[in-house]
């Protein structure tokens, strides 16, 4: 026994460290608390700082603090990769609990800093100057834990370095490797001859003086030599995995709101600055809600999106407002959800819309189809019905056929989570990682394998953002050269959905239609927790409804009623409580102690709406008639007569 694998396992880890040259350890730190929570907050030097550096702790509990740095970038730099090094402690599970940072440079927002975003690439004309840098952090919430104890971090680590390129790629090439070895059947020659290559590109390595002029030249040698080799070991596979960057934001869960706004600016930023460096990163964000906050809190940042959405790098899609319940929202509602989430995809990006995507609500009415075919849209993606307690759904890619008949093309992402063993390859996630894992496994779990042999994987850390990190870009290059895996591209979604329905309708095997509600069974409490909430969105659904019936009613050539645009932010604040984690009652108490001041401003909108339409215009004895016969009053009651027009039904 050789023990190569291990071998190369070891000689990869003791590679990683010298990625980084010329560390300049940044001294000088100052920490002080932030006591203004508001949103879209700019650095400000005044205030009380305290000196901090490695080694030290901070910590908090839902606090803000701000940590400066200035540094001196070496002049010498100028024609070197710069990166920043920041480790500021270790937050929870994935990306929902701990703390997190934006970080801004001389004053302008930047990008995202976490434990799962610890490098930052910076601009070569920094060098010979001092960046101001400063952090926003926040400490986070304990994720699923209640008690409101204080979070510790340590700082350990704040340095500037030059990036060594070819280490770099020998270092990501390694692990590529490494990680395509222990998927492959070691009796395929794709898994010899890529160990063949790896090792012999590691012994040119010249170990004796690690981080000398030597040992870099001899790194540069050796991954030359397996790039060499490589050419000659071309890529076939009939399988193609087409990548998209995504961050999935839940927009309230085990945080408000606001901190949502926040979650959303570190997450696009870090977006724009990966961008400049990986010019194929193509990346999905829905959610229009989201891009509303984003405009309002940062706008220069809002303006390069755009920018990068014309180029056909950012895709805005989704068709919803945000990923809204499905089952006590009403027909209305969802209707709702869908207009004015395609308006303002419209309008911001002149996007149309024809794909859903929902990957994480918990499940799905059968009325949905016919919504969805009304309003143009005619695919359909999500990945939750996978999480099923006990019956797995018999097809990954299918004709859905709602209650009147409508259809649309369903497809799940089938992309492996493996921190849920418990269900094995079956478990899919919309929280992708790019691995040899993912991209093998997210086909050897498709169950659709005869109809279609493209699948599409969304990769970025998610629930509480993040996103994408340098390490996924990076990975996914090297997969897309290893022989042995299926072809791993990168492209939009609304290219993939618009193929795949091609594909399914030209497609002479069998495609399985299911007639019926895609229930979930998972999150069972969703009809009966947060009575209140529940109360309030029914409430404001029927009165919003009423309150436009009698505005059209009494609306003549008066324009003293309240004005459109007003109902319609109450209609937003109504699909903004229909988010699948906050109506069926999943969140934390904070946000529904926000929930309950929101419906209030939305219920006195409505109020005032209806009181207007009732005294003003031509038509003010009808509509006071007909707003008599809508409800009557019994105090803080309002109870609906038997008139309302239809409503979708919703499972």
Not at 178 to 192: A, C, F, G, K, M
Not at 619 to 629: A, M, N
Request: with cysteine.
């Amino acid at each position: 026994m050789f023990h190569t694998v291990e071998k190369l396992e070891k000689r990869t880890g003791e590679l990683e460290p010298f990625r980084y040259r010329d560390k300049l350890e940044l001294g000088g730190m100052r920490i002080k608390e932030e006591l203004d929570t508001q949103t879209g907050l700019y650095p400000e030097e005044r205030g009380d700082w305290s000196p901090i550096g490695l080694g030290d702790r901070w910590q908090g509990y839902d606090q803000y603090f701000w940590i400066a740095v200035d540094a001196t970038v070496p002049e010498e730099w100028n024609s070197s990769t710069i990166v920043g090094v920041f480790d500021m402690g270790v937050s929870g599970r994935g990306a929902i609990s701990g703390f997190e940072s934006l970080l801004f440079v001389n004053g302008s927002p930047y990008q995202g800093v976490d434990s799962n975003h610890q490098e930052m690439f910076f601009e070569s004309s920094l060098a010979g100057t001092t960046a101001a840098l400063r952090f926003r952090l926040w400490t986070g919430l304990n994720g699923y834990n209640p008690a409101p104890t204080p979070i510790e971090y340590k700082i350990q680590r704040a340095e500037l370095c030059l990036l060594d390129e070819a280490t770099d790629d020998l270092y990501f090439t390694a692990k590529a490797v490494l990680q395509t070895l222990s998927v492959l059947d070691e009796n395929r020659p794709e898994y010899h001859s890529l160990l063949r290559m790896l090792d012999r590109a590691f012994l040119r390595i010249d170990w004796s003086r690690p981080g000398s002029e030597a040992f870099y030249l001899s790194v540069q040698e050796a991954i030359d030599l397996f790039r060499d080799d490589l050419l000659k070991n071309p890529k076939t596979h009939a399988v193609v995995v087409q990548c998209i960057g995504h961050t999935h934001i839940d927009v309230a869960w085990l945080w408000r709101l606001q901190h949502t706004r926040e979650k959303a600016a570190r997450s696009f930023s870090t977006v724009l600055r990966l961008m400049e460096k990986y010019p194929e990163y193509v990346f999905l964000q829905t959610q229009p809600q989201l891009y509303e906050y984003f405009k309002q809190d940062y706008p220069e940042l809002y303006e390069q999106i755009r920018v990068r959405a014309a180029e056909g790098r950012w895709e805005a899609g989704g068709a919803m407002w945000l990923e809204a319940d499905c089952n006590l929202s009403s027909g209305e509602s969802l209707v709702r959800h869908i207009l004015y989430g395609t308006r303002f995809l419209q309008k911001e990006f002149g996007v149309t819309c024809n794909y859903l995507w929902l990957p994480d609500v918990f499940g799905y009415s059968w009325s949905l189809p016919q919504i969805l075919r009304k309003s143009g849209i005619t695919m359909f993606m999500t990945t939750k019905i996978s999480w099923n307690q006990y019956n797995r759904m018999p097809h990954d890619t299918f004709v859905w056929r709602g209650i009147d008949g409508s259809e649309v093309i369903t497809h799940f992402i089938t992309t492996p989570d493996p921190s849920r063993s418990e269900n094995g390859a079956f478990f899919y996630t919309y929280n992708g990682g790019i691995s040899a894992q993912s991209v093998q496994g997210i086909w050897n779990g498709y169950r659709d394998k005869g109809v279609n042999q493209k699948l599409l994987l969304a990769y970025g850390y998610g629930d509480g953002g993040g996103g994408v990190n340098r390490e996924m870009l990076e990975m996914r290059r090297r997969f897309a050269e290893l022989p042995g895996l299926p072809h791993v591209t990168t492209g939009r979604a609304d290219d993939y959905f618009a193929e795949l329905e091609q594909t399914v309708r030209n497609t002479d095997q069998y495609v399985h239609t299911w007639d019926g509600e895609l229930y979930l069974e998972l999150h069972r409490g969703t009809y009966t927790s947060q009575a209140y909430t529940k109360r309030m969105n029914r409430k404001l659904e029927l009165m919003y409804r009423e309150a436009e019936f009698l505005q059209v009613l009494s609306r003549g050539t008066d324009k003293s009623l309240t004005p459109a645009q007003d109902l319609a932010e109450g209609w937003k604040i109504i699909l903004r409580n229909q988010f699948h984690d906050i109506i069926p009652g999943s969140s934390i108490r904070e946000v529904y102690e926000d929930s309950k001041e929101e419906y209030a401003e939305a219920l006195q909108l409505a109020e005032r709406s209806r009181a207007e339409s009732s005294r003003t215009g031509p038509c003010c004895s009808r509509s006071r008639r007909l707003g008599r016969s809508l409800t009557a009053r019994h105090g803080n009651e309002m109870i609906s007569s038997s008139f309302h027009l239809p409503m979708a039904r919703s499972g």
